[in-house]
């Protein structure tokens, strides 16, 4: 990861530095994480595991963490939609939901219900309908 950019620390946060490197650490894929264990971080970097587990419950980890995997991801993110994009349009309805929660349109796991404009001659549409999995 080259940006190491913070976004936001916990409100009352002395360990800014542990914090930040923990961040980076938990967005790394696991296999590629050193040290590989969350208890062995804890021990390098002189911070409880419950401190750990504490800050991953903090909005500002996971903003980081998302700051972090954007940045690790870098120009290979393109690549990756566009492969998730072909599963999709060959009828691969987990890809589907991948694409749609990217998009925003699914409020969370187990949900289907998609917002619909249906374009009508004209130019006009109607009002958006929604639209649920049977």
């Known amino acids: 990861m080259k940006n190491t950019q913070?976004?936001?620390?916990?409100?009352g946060?002395?360990?800014?530095a542990e914090f930040t490197e923990f961040?980076?650490?938990?967005?790394?894929?696991?296999?590629l994480?050193?040290?590989?264990?969350?208890k062995d971080f804890a021990k390098q970097f002189n911070v409880s595991e419950s401190m750990l587990?504490?800050?991953?419950?903090?909005?500002?980890f996971i903003g980081n963490r998302r700051h972090y995997i954007q940045t690790w991801l870098g120009d290979d993110l393109p690549e990756l939609?566009?492969?998730?994009k072909k599963f999709a349009l060959k009828g691969s309805s987990k890809h589907m939901d991948i694409i749609l929660k990217w998009l925003g349109e699914l409020a969370g796991?187990?949900?289907?219900?998609?917002?619909?404009?249906i374009p009508?001659?004209?130019?006009?549409?109607?009002?958006?309908?929604?639209?649920?999995?049977?």
């Open 6 to 11: 913070i976004i936001k620390i916990p409100d």
């Open 13 to 16: 946060l002395n360990k800014i």
């Open 23 to 31: 961040c980076r650490w938990c967005a790394i894929p696991k296999e």
């Open 33 to 38: 994480r050193e040290p590989k264990e969350q």
């Open 53 to 60: 587990s504490q800050w991953k419950q903090t909005p500002e």
């Open 81 to 84: 939609m566009y492969a998730t």
């Open 109 to 117: 796991e187990g949900n289907t219900n998609v917002n619909v404009v």
């Open 120 to 134: 009508i001659l004209g130019g006009q549409s109607v009002e958006p309908i929604e639209v649920k999995e049977m």
